[in-house]
């Protein structure tokens, strides 16, 4: 096996110094020293949020007030980093949810572990879960960094619903059964 030997093309003296960089490096620095500062004073003024953003992950109620999760757990399997916990229970009686199989009942979020990647939101069939264009959480310990239901509910608050699919399906059964 023959070894070929490369030479390399000798270096002119602007190369050898590194001038050319010098000088760009500094006109990037000379740029922006000169440009007007774009301070905001935190928290009071918030930089703008653009379309699209992906925040902190809340769930959310139907216009009537109910927990649409009916605890089918899509979005903790399709989370990457296993953010989401869910224990499914039971729907009560008479809680005007009856045609739900199934409800969580606990719903933790681990916002240490959260990526932020909205598999979550887009998994979800009943269109339970957002995410909102909060962008700074603090907590003082890891505990306080685990959003459980009732902290979930308040953050996302109630959703305006396109679909009231609940209530279709309620009215399509009423019109159908015997007793009507």
Request: net charge positive; proline share 9%; with cysteine.
């Amino acid at each position: 096996m023959a070894v070929k030997i490369l030479r390399q093309k000798p270096l002119s003296l602007a190369e050898k110094v590194y001038l050319p960089q010098v000088v760009a490096g500094m006109r990037i620095t000379l740029k922006h020293m000169f440009a007007r500062a774009q301070t905001l004073q935190y928290p009071e003024q918030r930089p703008e949020i653009p379309p699209g953003y992906r925040g902190v992950p809340t769930l959310v109620k139907d216009p009537n007030g109910r927990e649409k999760c009916v605890s089918c757990q899509l979005c903790e399997f399709v989370c990457p980093p296993k953010a989401i916990r869910i224990t499914p229970g039971s729907v009560p009686e008479g809680s005007g949810r009856d045609h739900v199989e199934k409800a969580p009942k606990a719903f933790d979020i681990d916002m240490l572990r959260c990526i932020y990647c909205g598999l979550c939101q887009e998994v979800c069939p009943e269109e339970a879960i957002f995410l909102q264009n909060q962008f700074s959480m603090s907590g003082y310990s890891r505990s306080e960094m685990v959003n459980d239901k009732g902290r979930l509910y308040e953050a996302g608050g109630t959703l305006p619903d396109r679909h009231f699919k609940w209530d279709k399906k309620r009215a399509a059964e009423e019109a159908h059964s015997p007793h009507a």
